[in-house]
């Protein structure tokens, strides 16, 4: 699914569980872009924040993990808070980035949905649609 605020372009998968786009996290991916936008006149440009949650409106409750910086918003459903970032991150670039690197044989948690949202540029929109 992808959708648009006047902040954020968002993109989310479908989830493995329930064969649906989620709701829960189509709304965190919304209150975090717009926590991001509140914090980016008090913080620097390299300002990130990491953690984990439950997706308690998700019909399966699932974990979610989430890293947010001013570039990007990225929440992987369906893992734990010890996760690996950089695998995810691996795994959310292979679907989301139009210029992806080989996805690499390593063993990573693999999430059952992933959402994602990146700040609305001039240019930007018709690049990240490429890849989807």
Do not use: Y
């Given at each position: 699914?992808?959708?648009?605020?006047?902040?954020?372009?968002?993109?989310?998968?479908?989830?493995?569980?329930?064969?649906?786009?989620?709701?829960?996290?189509?709304?965190?991916?919304?209150?975090?872009s717009q926590?991001?936008?509140?914090?980016?006149?008090?913080?620097?440009?390299?300002?990130?924040?990491?953690?984990?949650?439950?997706?308690?409106?998700?019909?399966?409750?699932?974990?979610?993990?989430?890293?947010?910086?001013h570039d990007?918003?990225?929440?992987?459903?369906?893992?734990?808070?010890?996760?690996?970032?950089?695998?995810?991150?691996?795994?959310?670039?292979?679907?989301?980035?139009?210029?992806?690197?080989?996805?690499?044989?390593?063993?990573?948690?693999?999430?059952?949905?992933?959402?994602?949202?990146?700040?609305?540029?001039?240019?930007?929109?018709?690049?990240?649609?490429?890849?989807?």
């Open positions: 699914m992808i959708w648009k605020t006047n902040s954020h372009l968002f993109t989310a998968t479908v989830c493995q569980h329930t064969g649906r786009t989620c709701p829960a996290v189509q709304r965190m991916a919304e209150k975090l926590a991001m936008m509140a914090s980016k006149p008090i913080t620097s440009g390299d300002f990130e924040i990491e953690g984990s949650s439950v997706l308690k409106h998700c019909p399966m409750e699932c974990p979610a993990k989430f890293t947010a910086s990007r918003i990225r929440i992987f459903c369906g893992v734990t808070p010890e996760a690996e970032t950089e695998g995810l991150n691996r795994f959310a670039d292979a679907l989301f980035d139009p210029n992806p690197n080989p996805l690499a044989l390593t063993q990573f948690e693999r999430p059952c949905a992933i959402a994602e949202a990146v700040p609305v540029t001039v240019r930007q929109p018709s690049e990240h649609h490429a890849a989807i």
